[in-house]
C-alpha cells in the first residue's frame, strides 16, 4: 500500500482552495477506489493537506512558468533531492501557464527538461513526479461559472493522474483530454480498466510511484536512453480476432558504440517495466493484460555494439481471453523502463482487425478454446486432440496464414516430451515427428521473424543430437 500527503498551494496570492471534490466523491476516494485491482482496500491513499499554502502564497501572480512551479514544489514538499520514493507531494493552483495560456493544467515535474522546462535550477527536476500545476485562470476562460467548480476537480484528477505515471487518452475519461469549447466538461469521469491496473501496482511499480522513474508522457518519448533502440514488427497485419499472430521485439545497441552496455533481463509484458500499448479504432488507448506477472529479474544482459537482443510475444491472447474485440485498425507500440535513466518508446505498427467470421472450417478449428490454448501457450499432452488437429491443419492447408504457427506450436510439444524422454525408440520418432512441424514453421512466411529463427535452431539441435 502507497501513502502520501498531498500538499496543496495556491501561489497567485489568494487565499481560497478549490474543493477537492469530483461528483461528490473525493479525489481520495477516487484514487483508492481505482487502485484497488489487487487489494480492495485500494493501493494508493492519499491524504490532502493545506497546512503549507503559505509557505508559496503569493510566489507569483499572473502567468508562471515551469520555473515558478519548481520553486513553489520544493516549498510545498520538501522532499530531498536523493529521494527514490517520495510520500509528499504537491498540488499547485496558479493563474495561467505562460507556455500555452490555454491550458487547464500540467505536470511539470518529469524528471528531465523538456521545451517548456529548460530554466529549472539544478536539482529542482532530480525528483520526477512530486507533483503537478492546475491553472484557474484558464479554466474560467473555458468555462462558465457552474462548470468551473467540476473542471478544476477534473483537472486535478488529471494532472496526479500524471503524477502516478499515466499518460494521456483519447477517451471519455479522467485522463481524456478536455475541450476548449463552451462550457462542456468531460462526461467521463473514471479510469480505463489498464490505468485502474497500472495505479494498482503502484506500491511494488517505481513505473507507478512518485519518484521513481521518469515521465513517461509524450514529452518522455524524446528521451532516450543513449542509443539504445527499442523496434517492433509483427508478424501478420490482418488477423481474424482468434488468429495467431505473435509482436516480434528487438533492442539493438548500435554498431558505432565504442563499449558495450546492460539492459535488465525483463524485456517481457509479464514485467512492469516492459508495457505494450493497444490504441482501438475509437482512439482509446489500453496497456496489454499479461496473463503472467513476475518480480524484478536480479540478472542482466550484455549488448556489445551491434548486437540485439530479440524475443517474440504471442499477442492475440492475453489475460481474460482475446486480445482483440472491435473490428477495424488498431495501432501497437511498445514502452521499456532503462531504470532510473528514462523510458524509450518503439515504433508503432498498425493491425487490422477483420469482422468475426467462422465461415470456413479452417477458421472454426483455430476458435476453439482447446486449440487457441496451444497456439498461445505451445503446451499439450501428446494425446491431446488438438495437437493431432493443429498438426493435420498445418499439413492440409500450407498456404494458410495460420500454418506456420499451427507448425511451430505443435512441434514446440513435441520438442519438449522429446527432451523428457530416455527411450531410443520413443525419443528417434518424437525427433521426426517434431523436425517435420518445425521444418513446417521455419520456412512459413506467416509466422514472426524471431519464431522463425528459433524453428531453425531446434532443428539445428535435433540433427547434431
Not at 521518469?214 to 514529452?219: E, H, L
Amino acid at each position: 500500500m502507497y501513502r502520501a500527503t498531498c500538499y496543496v498551494g495556491r501561489i497567485d496570492g489568494f487565499d481560497t482552495l478549490p474543493a477537492m471534490h469530483v461528483g461528490g466523491r473525493s479525489i481520495t476516494t477516487i484514487f483508492r477506489d481505482a487502485s484497488s485491482e489487487r487489494d480492495p482496500a485500494g493501493d494508493i491513499h492519499l491524504t490532502f493537506d493545506t497546512s503549507r499554502h503559505r509557505y508559496v502564497r503569493g510566489l507569483k501572480r499572473g502567468p508562471v512558468t515551469a520555473l515558478h512551479l519548481h520553486h513553489a514544489l520544493r516549498r510545498l514538499t520538501i522532499n530531498p533531492a536523493s529521494a527514490q520514493r517520495v510520500h509528499r507531494i504537491g498540488v499547485i493552483f496558479a493563474h495561467s501557464y505562460e507556455w500555452d495560456t490555454r491550458a487547464f493544467g500540467v505536470m511539470f515535474d518529469r524528471g528531465f527538461k523538456t521545451e517548456d522546462d529548460t530554466r529549472a535550477p539544478n536539482g529542482s527536476y532530480a525528483i520526477p513526479r512530486e507533483g503537478c500545476a492546475v491553472f484557474l485562470k484558464a479554466i474560467a476562460q473555458h468555462r462558465t461559472p457552474p462548470h468551473r467548480a467540476a473542471e478544476t476537480a477534473i483537472t486535478t484528477v488529471h494532472e496526479l493522474g500524471h503524477v502516478f505515471n499515466l499518460r494521456d487518452n483519447s477517451g471519455d475519461t479522467f485522463m481524456g483530454k478536455p475541450s476548449l469549447g463552451g462550457a462542456t466538461i468531460p462526461s467521463g469521469t473514471g479510469f480505463l480498466l489498464a490505468e485502474s491496473r497500472w495505479l494498482s501496482e503502484c506500491s511494488r511499480s517505481e513505473a507507478v510511484w512518485p519518484g521513481g522513474l521518469d515521465f513517461r508522457g509524450a514529452s518522455a518519448q524524446r528521451r532516450i536512453h543513449g542509443n539504445l533502440q527499442l523496434r517492433i514488427d509483427l508478424s501478420r497485419d490482418e488477423v481474424f480476432a482468434f488468429e495467431p499472430f505473435e509482436l516480434d521485439v528487438k533492442l539493438t545497441w548500435p554498431k558505432h558504440e565504442r563499449r558495450s552496455t546492460w539492459i535488465s533481463r525483463d524485456v517481457d509484458p509479464g514485467y512492469s517495466g516492459f508495457r505494450i500499448w493497444i490504441e482501438d479504432p475509437s482512439g482509446a488507448v489500453r496497456l496489454w493484460a499479461s496473463p503472467n506477472h513476475y518480480c524484478r529479474p536480479s540478472d542482466r544482459i550484455a549488448l556489445a555494439p551491434g548486437e540485439s537482443f530479440e524475443r517474440d510475444i504471442s499477442l492475440f491472447g492475453q489475460s481474460g481471453g482475446y486480445t482483440f474485440r472491435l473490428p477495424g485498425t488498431h495501432r501497437i507500440w511498445a514502452e521499456y523502463d532503462v531504470g532510473r535513466r528514462g523510458t524509450i518508446r518503439s515504433n508503432s505498427v498498425p493491425l487490422h482487425v477483420r469482422g468475426f467470421h467462422r465461415s470456413a472450417s479452417a477458421l472454426e478449428l483455430l476458435a476453439v478454446p482447446s486449440v487457441a490454448r496451444l497456439l498461445y501457450y505451445r503446451r499439450a499432452s501428446l494425446r491431446s486432440r488438438a495437437l493431432r488437429q493443429l498438426e493435420v491443419f498445418s499439413n492440409e492447408h500450407p498456404k494458410h496464414a495460420a500454418a506456420g504457427h499451427a507448425a511451430y506450436a505443435t512441434g514446440r510439444v513435441v520438442l519438449a516430451e522429446w527432451a523428457a524422454t530416455e527411450e531410443p525408440g520413443r525419443k528417434r520418432r518424437l525427433a521426426r515427428r517434431a523436425y517435420e512441424s518445425l521444418r513446417r514453421a521455419a520456412d512459413h512466411p506467416g509466422l514472426g521473424r524471431h519464431a522463425r529463427k528459433r524453428a531453425k535452431d531446434f532443428i539445428d539441435n535435433l540433427e547434431r543430437t
